[in-house]
């Protein structure tokens, strides 16, 4: 059974900093690993989806990475802004197309 | 493209109702939804998955007759939540995948229900 782990629980940064935000799941048998952001009392906005043959993903500020291997994601955000503040879900896809969703991280940035 | 609405945003019944949730996908066709559940300060948890025509596959410990689905078209999904008591109450989120499969989930923006 898929396990999808998320560190750190919460994170504050004051703006401007680069941060990471990291993802762990248990079974590498995955068909794709998926980034959410979700603002208080909303539904889910995809920001990035790696496939299992890829290794990362860039959308603006954002840059995601893959291995398989090791069962680790990571979600790379530069130069924070207070816009970023929210939280933070990965989500692994398996060949069921079931999404198994880690806690998430909640992301504060300070302005 | 590749959007997703659900209806009601939010709703308010009182114990023992029950109430009915919509999820569309607005400009794709949809073989597979799938409804989610999120509780206060926890992740998505995925309660079932309906494919256009066939009958819902749940989750293990959810309830089939207290969560009744129905995925009559591929472009509509409903929800009912038959008989609710408080402990329903929850966030309430579907997403839709297209015809391709085995592809990205599009989500659509939750139901809040509070059962009073």
């Known amino acids: 059974k898929q396990e999808v782990t998320q560190i750190p629980a919460a994170l504050s940064v004051p703006e401007g900093e680069n941060l990471v935000l990291n993802c762990s799941f248990t079974?590498?048998?995955?068909?794709?690993l998926q980034w959410f952001r979700q603002d208080p009392g909303k539904g889910l906005t995809s920001l990035l989806l790696?496939?299992?043959?890829?290794r990362e993903q860039t959308s603006g500020r954002l840059n995601a990475s893959l291995d398989k291997s090791s069962g680790r994601s990571t979600l790379y955000i530069a130069a924070s802004q207070p816009g970023d503040s929210a939280t933070y879900l990965c989500?692994?896809?398996?060949?069921?197309?079931?999404?198994?969703f880690g806690k998430g991280t909640k992301l504060t940035v300070n302005p | 493209g590749a959007v997703v609405s659900q209806h009601p945003s939010w709703v308010i019944c009182k114990s023992g109702t029950s109430v009915k949730i919509e999820c569309r996908s607005l400009?794709?066709?949809?073989?597979?939804m799938f409804w989610y559940r999120q509780f206060p300060k926890q992740s998505l948890m995925l309660m079932a998955t309906?494919?256009?025509?066939?009958?819902?596959?749940?989750e293990q410990g959810v309830e089939k007759d207290k969560f009744l689905i129905n995925h009559a078209s591929l472009t509509l999904s409903t929800l009912t939540v038959t008989s609710a008591h408080p402990e329903d109450s929850s966030f309430y989120i579907c997403?839709?995948?297209?015809?391709?499969?085995?592809?990205?989930?599009?989500f659509g923006p939750g139901t809040r229900l509070t059962v009073l």
């Open positions: 997403s839709a995948q297209g015809l391709a499969g085995g592809g990205e989930q599009f």
């Open positions: 079974d590498s048998a995955i068909y794709n």
């Open positions: 790696i496939q299992s043959s890829q």
């Open positions: 989500a692994a896809q398996g060949g069921s197309e079931k999404l198994v």
């Open positions: 400009d794709f066709q949809a073989t597979t």
């Open positions: 309906s494919n256009e025509g066939s009958k819902a596959t749940y």
